[in-house]
């Protein structure tokens, strides 16, 4: 069993940054490919990027390329979000979401574990 809980949201103008931190409790945090998904007012939830149950090995979708940087902390059972250059399109709740297997996917279905999440508000 693994529990997730997000922080670090918030409210930010264009053009800034957040850093949201996905804490996990349990012993096995390294046996875990973690994703960060997000979703907007009226719309579905979609992936952002997923990270390898390793420090190493990350995927971004195209919308956050470049702008985006997951990264984890075993040791600290923590994943982090740094969010750059954020526009107004980013607002969202967004959610870490845990998987029990080397690799992440970008298909919500196959995670066993989510957080409450974290809403992110970027104002124009």
């Known amino acids: 069993q693994v529990q997730l809980v997000e922080s670090g949201g918030g409210l930010v103008q264009a053009g800034g940054s957040l850093r949201l931190s996905c804490k996990a409790s349990?012993?096995?945090?390294?046996?875990?490919?973690m994703g960060w998904f997000r979703q907007a007012p009226g719309k579905e939830r979609e992936f952002v990027g997923g990270?390898?149950?390793?420090?190493?090995?990350?995927y971004y979708a195209d919308s956050v390329k470049g702008r985006f940087t997951i990264s984890r902390d075993n040791a600290q059972n923590t994943v982090y979000l740094q969010m750059n250059s954020l526009r107004p399109e980013d607002t969202a709740v967004y959610y870490c979401?845990?998987?029990?297997?080397?690799?992440?996917?970008?298909?919500?279905?196959?995670?066993?574990?989510w957080g409450q999440g974290t809403q992110v508000t970027v104002s124009s």
């Open positions: 979401a845990a998987k029990y297997d080397s690799s992440w996917s970008n298909d919500e279905r196959f995670y066993d574990y």
């Open positions: 990270l390898r149950r390793s420090t190493s090995g990350t």
């Open positions: 349990g012993r096995s945090f390294s046996s875990y490919a």
